[in-house]
């Protein structure tokens, strides 16, 4: 509605089952994604947007010595882009 672009990043931990917990945005910016950085502004618009969607995500669990283990600090860049059209 507003026209704004950007992208928040978020840490997680993956548990020992592959999905996501204490998800939490860290950082977010708004601007033209694709245009220079320098042109980017911090804002948090997407970060609550973000960190919801951080928890729907699955992935397969790290295996150590044959067992499943946690990620701590797992990084992840969602970007938002209008429609063209």
């Known amino acids: 509605e507003r026209g704004t672009q950007g992208y928040s990043i978020v840490t997680f931990t993956i ?3 592959g999905s996501v917990e204490n998800a ?7 601007g033209d994604p694709q245009g220079p950085q320098e042109e980017m ?3 948090t618009i ?5 960190a919801r969607a951080a928890l729907k995500l699955k992935y397969k669990p790290k295996i ?3 067992k499943a283990v946690p990620v701590d600090d797992v990084l992840h860049r969602f970007t938002y882009v209008l429609d063209e059209s």
């Open 15 to 17: 548990t020992d089952s």
């Open 24 to 30: 939490k945005a860290i950082e977010g910016y708004c």
């Open 41 to 43: 502004r911090p804002c």
């Open 46 to 50: 997407f970060n609550s947007a973000s």
């Open 64 to 66: 150590v010595d044959g």
